[in-house]
C-alpha cells in the first residue's frame, strides 16, 4: 500500500502490521433499486459493530478491504510461503500478489470520472499466518445444487495439499447443519480425486439448519481454523454471521466463502460458476422442444428454467440457441390477453411460421399465477419463497385460450429439465474457473484474510467483504443492451405498455451507469460483465 497517497478523510484508515487497514465504519452507499438494501440496512444483516475497512485514495479511490485476523488478534507471527519452495511455482517469475494490487469496480471510465471501488485482489502472498501442520480446514456445501461444487471441494483439497503441505481437512456433511448435527468427512487428494467428474456435492447440501452459536461451538471443539464455505446468497449471510461469531470470540480462524448459485444472481463478481454448464446443458431441452413443435402442425414448445428471482439462464440459452421466440423472466413482466399480450404473439407466430418456442424462467409472471391461484405463501427451510409452477401454469393457460376461442388447434409440448441442467458436472471452462476460486481461497486464508468471498471482478480475482455480495442480488436490466438483443433475436413483444415507453422517454441524455453511480443504471442493478457487454 502506498501509505503516502492514502488520505484519511472519510474513514481515517489506520494501519496494521498485516498491511491491512482499519478504519470507522465507512460511508458506503448503494444504488437504489428494490432488491438493493440501503446501507443501514445491510448493516443489519452484520453486527453493530461491524467496521467496513474502507481506505481513501486519490482521485476518488475506494478501497473496500476485507477483515483480516490481525485486525482482532495481536501480534500473530508470520512464516515463509512454502510455495517459495516448490519446483512447479518456483521458475513463475511475480508469482506472488504485490500486497498493494488491488481489482477496480468499475472500468469503462470517463477522463474526468472517479477512481470508484476497489476490491484487493487474490492470490498468494509472500508471508502466511498459518504454518502448515497447524491448519486444520473444513469445507461445507449449502443451498441448491450447482455444478461445479465438486471440482471446487476437490480444488480446495488439493490447493491446501500440494501448495500448502495442509493434510488436515474435513468435510462437514450435509450443509450448515452438519457442523452440529453430522459426523465430518476426512478429505485427501486421494479421496476428492476424480469428484469432478460427478454432478451434485459429495459432501451433501440442505437449506436451514444455520445456528451460529452451534456451528462456532463445533469449530472450536474440532480445532478447525480454517472454514471455506460454498454457498449462495443464504450461505454467504451465513458466513458472515459465523465470521463475526468468530470474531467476537476472538479465535484465529479464517472464514472464506466461495459463491454458488446456478442463477448467476450474485452481484459484484463476472459470473458464477456453474452458469456456463447450465446454459449449455439447457440448449438440449430447447432443441428438443423446437424438434417436437417445427415436426407437428401448429407446435408450441414450451420449456421451463431455473431462475427464481434473475432470468439469467433464460436469457443466455435463448440467445446461444436462436430457435426461441419468446423468452420470459421475472424481471420482465408480461400480460396474456389483449394487443401485444402473449396470446396474441402466439397466434401471430404459428400464422407465420406454423410453430414456435417459448422459454421461461421459472420466477417470471408469479405475479399473474398468484392473482390466478389464491394460496400459499410458503416457504423452504432457508426462508426463500417456495415458487408455483408457471410452466404447467401457462401451458394450460395458452391451451384453455385457444380451445376457448376455437382459433386453430394447437399441439404444446411441456419440457421442464430444471433439476438436470444444474444436476449435472461442470464443463471445461466452469472446471478451470472453479479452480481458480478454489486456489484464490486457500491463497487468502493462508494469507490471514477473513470475512470475504473470492470471485473474478472484470476478470480478475478478488477478495470481496461478505456485505458486497449479500447486500443485493444481481437481475437482468431489462433497459440494458442485452436484452435489447433478446428482443431482437426472438422478435417478441417488450410487453411494455406504449404509453408508459412515451411517458418514460425524455429529451435529455439518457443518465449512463458510469455517471450514476457504481454498478447502477438508471436506478438498476447491472451486472459488470454479464449485461453490459
Ligand atoms: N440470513 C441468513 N443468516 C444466516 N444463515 C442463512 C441466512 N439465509 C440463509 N442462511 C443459511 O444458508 C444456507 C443456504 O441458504 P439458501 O438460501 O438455501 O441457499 P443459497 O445459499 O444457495 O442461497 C441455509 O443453511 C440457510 O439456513
Ligand atoms: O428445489 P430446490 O432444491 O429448493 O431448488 C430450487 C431453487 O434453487 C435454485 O436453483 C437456486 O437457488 P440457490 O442459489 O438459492 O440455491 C433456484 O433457481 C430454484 O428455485
Ligand atoms: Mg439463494
Redesign the pocket.
Known sequence: MNTARISSTICSPKFDSSNSITSRKGSVSFCGNSRVRSSRAVMG?LSTDYKPKIVTGDAGYVLEDVPHLSDYIPDLPTFHNPLQDNPAYSVVKQYFVNVDDTVAQKIVVHKDSPRGIHFRRAGPRQRVYFESDEVHACIVT???L?PGLNTVIREIVCGLYHMYGVTKVLGIDG???GFYSRNTIPLTPKVVNDIHKRGGTILG??????D?SKIVDSIQDRGINQVYII????????????FEEVKRRGLKVAVAGIP??IDNDIPVIDRSFGFDTAVEEAQRAINAAHVEAESIENGIGVVKLMGRYSGFIAMYATLASRDVDCCLIPESPFFLEGPSGLFEYIEKRLKENGHMVIVMAEGAGQDLLSESIRSMDQK?????KLLQDVGLWICQRIKDHFARQNKMAINLKYIDPTYMIRAIPSNASDNVYCTLLAQSAVHGAMAGYTGFTVGPVNGRHSYIPFYRI?ETQNQVVITDRMWARLLSSTNQPSFLNPKDVIEGKTEEEPVTQLLNGENCANGKLVNNEISNI
Do not use: E
Open positions: 444483516l449449502c443451498g441448491g450447482c450443509g450448515y447443519k447440501t440442505s437449506r436451514g439448519g444455520h451460529t454457498g449462495g446468497d443464504g450461505t454467504q449471510k451465513g458466513a458472515s454471521v459465523i454458488k448459485t423452504d427451510a432457508s426462508g426463500n449479500t
